[in-house]
Nanobody, 120 residues
Framework: HVQLVESGGGLVQPGGSLRLSCAASGSIFSIYAMGWYRQAPGKQRELVAHITRGGSTNYADSVKGRFTISRDNPKNTVYLQMNSLKPEDTAVYYC??????????????WGQGTQVTVSS
C-alpha cells in the first residue's frame, strides 16, 4: 500500500520562506513524476510544480523564480522550497506521485494535504 506523507506547512509572514517535504512509502519500485498542487478556498486545485525522475521540472507561472522543486529518488521524497511568499500563496498544498510502480501495480497517489498560510 503506497502512502504519501507531507510535512512543513505552517504560518509565515509575507516575504518569508517555507520548505515542504513529501515522502512516499510502501513497496515501491519506481516513481515517474512527483509534484505539488495547491487549492485555495473557493478555487480549483492547480499545479504548482512538477519534477520527473530524470529531473525535468515544470512550474506554474505564478511561482517561477520563487519556488524550487527537488527530489531524492532513492528516498522517494520530493521537496518544495518556497521563498518570497505572498498572501496569494495561501492554500492547502498536496503532494502527488504519478506512475508509481509498486507491488500493487501502477497508480497515482495523493498526500493528505498541508496548510500553508501567508499572513502578517
Amino acid at each position: 500500500h503506497v502512502q504519501l506523507v507531507e510535512s512543513g506547512g505552517g504560518l509565515v509572514q509575507p516575504g518569508g520562506s517555507l520548505r515542504l517535504s513529501c515522502a512516499a512509502s510502501g513497496s515501491i519500485f519506481s516513481i515517474y513524476a512527483m509534484g505539488w498542487y495547491r487549492q485555495a478556498p473557493g478555487k480549483q486545485r492547480e499545479l504548482v510544480a512538477h519534477i520527473t525522475r530524470g529531473g525535468s521540472t515544470n512550474y506554474a507561472d505564478s511561482v517561477k523564480g520563487r519556488f524550487t522543486i527537488s527530489r531524492d529518488n532513492p528516498k522517494n521524497t520530493v521537496y518544495l522550497q518556497m521563498n518570497s511568499l505572498k498572501p496569494e500563496d495561501t492554500a492547502v498544498y498536496y503532494c502527488n506521485a504519478d506512475q508509481v510502480v509498486s507491488t500493487t501495480g501502477v497508480g497515482v497517489y495523493w498526500g493528505q494535504g498541508t496548510q500553508v498560510t501567508v499572513s502578517s
